[in-house]
């Protein structure tokens, strides 16, 4: 394979970031082309909760921020997308649940509603009235408050099935151990690439880019998790449990067993529950079965009169990669570095990627877009999994 190939653009990384960075400029006229290593639909991206952050869950500490308000308009430009309006037609994609919900029990509850009340949070959340309790808090021995709240839950391996065959055309499978960084040359294997603009969008892999790139700049941070599966005869849930912090005491998102095979093992109908928030931070140093019996104990606290006989557990450890912040903490917002002809990219949270691509396509704004039609000789990466397609339960 001898050949040289121009492109605008050259993105590392299939996850959201790069997948939805590849598609935007392709519609702006750029040619552009991405590298995968592993599968299409990235490794946190395939992974994540799939829930359209509007910023409410980052006001939870009792004000609105900064942040929070720029990512306010985040649910409508994806709900755009959604009914094939956006920026990118996603019309194809698979909406779990159009809203979430959050609840809280005992005395927590009097001192949310104020919150809740007040005249920035009124328009985010719905207070419901007992009657109009979905499973499973209609219960009469559910005492706390339930409120709703529109941002939508996406199925994720529904977007980023959709992402990858739109953008499958452009996209190629190679082995990084075969990559090399010449000048202003990108070589892999055979093939010799002399991209106009680089971007690094490859989540956790971001760093061993840079590192080849001879680059310690800028830092990546992980912070990791240890995400519990519990696959049964549960209801379709999303909702978060509001604890003392800001952050969740848990966040539940549900996958109907039915609609893929792993799931179905056992003959079980019924939901997977994918269990993050708080549970999922504070059980990294637990070993799987202790945060197996962590979650138990927390589901048997939080919704008592929920049947946990029956159920199947398992975990996934997984890093969240993001540009580094003092303290370690979660970055407020996407991150877009340059050096150079590079970009270096973390979205920080799926539901930030439009504003992501945003960055991208200011910073390729002082290119004129060659439109060229060149694809890579390469094969097409395999579709990455969801977690619990790939797991062994408990
Ligand atoms: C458990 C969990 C739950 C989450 N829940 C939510 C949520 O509900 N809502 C939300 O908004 N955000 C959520 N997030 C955050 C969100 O998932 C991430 O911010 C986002 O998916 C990151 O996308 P990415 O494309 O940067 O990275 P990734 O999805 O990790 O993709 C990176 C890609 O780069 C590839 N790669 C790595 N190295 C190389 C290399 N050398 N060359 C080429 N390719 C390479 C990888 O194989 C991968 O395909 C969650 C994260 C986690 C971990």
């Given at each position: ?39 299409l639909g990235g490794?946190?991206s395939i992974a994540c909760?799939g ?42 994609v698979r909406?779990l ?57 996406l199925d994720t391996a529904s977007l980023m099935g959709e992402l990858a ?90 996958y109907p067993?039915?609609q893929r095979?792993g799931a ?8 997977v ?110 579709l990455a999994q969801l977690p619990w397609e ?5």
């Amino acid at each position: 394979m001898t050949s040289l190939l121009q492109p605008d653009l050259l993105i590392f990384g299939g996850g959201i970031a790069g997948l939805w960075s590849l598609l935007r400029a392709r519609a702006a006229g750029y040619s552009a082309l991405l590298l995968e290593s592993r599968a299409l639909g990235g490794v946190q991206s395939i992974a994540c909760q799939g829930i359209i952050h509007g910023g409410t869950k980052y006001a939870l500490g009792g004000r609105l921020s900064a942040a929070a308000r720029a990512i306010g308009e985040m649910p409508g430009r994806w709900r755009a997308c959604l009914e094939g309006g956006g920026e990118l037609d996603l019309s194809g994609v698979r909406v779990l649940s159009p809203h979430q919900y959050l609840w809280s029990s005992g005395n927590l509850a009097s001192s949310l509603a104020g919150f809740f009340g007040s005249r920035a949070m009124r328009s985010r959340v719905t207070p419901l009235a007992r009657e109009a309790f979905p499973p499973p808090f209609d219960q009469p021995a559910f005492r706390g408050a339930l409120y709703r709240l529109e941002e939508p839950v996406l199925d994720t391996a529904s977007l980023m099935g959709e992402l990858a065959r739109q953008a499958a055309p452009w996209c190629g499978h190679y082995d990084p151990a075969a990559l090399d960084f010449e000048a202003e040359l990108v070589k892999v294997g055979g093939l010799t690439l002399r991209p106009r603009r680089l971007l690094f969008a490859a989540g956790a892999g971001n760093a061993a880019l840079l590192e080849a790139r001879g680059l310690s700049q800028p830092a990546m941070q992980r912070r990791p998790l240890q995400m519990v599966m519990v696959r049964g005869s549960l209801p379709p849930v999303y909702a978060h449990a509001l604890g003392a912090s800001a952050n969740p005491r848990l966040t539940i998102t549900s996958y109907p067993c039915s609609q893929r095979s792993g799931a179905v093992a056992g003959g079980v109908s019924g939901n997977v529950w994918y269990l993050g928030g708080e549970l999922s931070e504070k059980g990294v140093g637990r070993s799987r079965e202790a945060q197996i019996e962590a979650a138990r104990r927390e589901l048997a606290s939080l919704l008592p009169w929920l049947d946990l006989d029956g159920l199947r557990f398992s975990t996934l450890r997984i890093d969240r990669a993001e540009v580094v912040t003092p303290g370690g903490k979660r970055p407020d917002d996407i991150f877009l570095g340059r050096q150079g002809d590079l970009l270096v990219a973390w979205p920080t949270k799926l539901a930030f990627v439009p504003r992501l691509a945003d960055a991208v396509l200011e910073a390729l704004r002082d290119l004129a877009p060659s439109g060229g039609g060149e694809t890579l000789p390469l094969p097409t990466p395999p579709l990455a999994q969801l977690p619990w397609e790939e797991t062994t339960w408990s």
